[in-house]
């Protein structure tokens, strides 16, 4: 009995001793706002827009260089539909500031921090984030893929859970060649400093 106790002690020990010199060495790099970016893509019936959208400011961290957390800002007013030119971008513009849409007077940036993330792979990673749009925050799941200082996301995002209703036959009959998709694409180029 001595003994298992005298074994359990030293084994203790050891234990402590090892975890007490064993650091994790934590990083947090910023994004690098000018040469990253964000394109999103939304759906209608009759075809597509597309265009980009500027990060404000963020970070990630990293845990013994593993992805651990995250935190991204967006600034709402740089939307920016890039597959039309003139008049018809301006208007297409206009319409996705205004209340219709994002309301980017009243709501001028949309966040998304990580939550939870998983390594999948040595460098990919499956995400669980609180996105914010006009105030509203939901869970949204994403894949990232980091290589060295560049990281690749994109995600899925179903405008209506943030009251983007316009156009969206979840809410309005009779829309025909008028509807707009509930989901659109993001994805994110990021370089981190």
Do not use: C
């Not at 018809?88 to 990580?114: C, P, Q, R, W």
């Not at 925050?137 to 316009?166: E, H, M, P, Q, W």
């Amino acid at each position: 009995m001595k003994k298992s106790i005298r074994n359990f002690l030293v084994l203790t020990l050891i234990t402590f001793t090892t975890f007490s010199f064993t650091t994790i060495k934590k990083e947090k790099k910023k994004i690098n706002t000018t040469t990253s970016k964000v394109t999103w893509k939304g759906y209608k019936v009759t075809g597509s827009h597309n265009g980009t959208i500027a990060i404000k400011s963020g970070t990630l961290s990293f845990d013994d260089n593993k992805l651990s957390r995250g935190a991204i800002t967006i600034d709402m007013t740089t939307i920016n539909t890039t597959d039309l030119s003139g008049d018809y971008k301006n208007k297409l513009d206009g319409h996705l500031k205004s209340d219709d849409f994002f309301g980017v007077e009243k709501y001028n940036t949309a966040t998304l921090i990580f939550s939870k993330v998983k390594a999948t792979g040595k460098n990919a990673y499956n995400v669980k984030g609180n996105l914010t749009i006009k105030g509203i925050t939901k869970t949204v799941n994403f894949i990232i893929s980091i290589y060295g200082n560049k990281a690749t996301a994109s995600l899925k995002v179903d405008r209506t859970k943030f009251n983007v209703k316009y156009g969206s036959t979840s809410f309005f009959d009779n829309l025909k060649d008028k509807a707009i998709y509930d989901e659109f694409d993001l994805v994110a180029d990021i370089e981190l400093k």
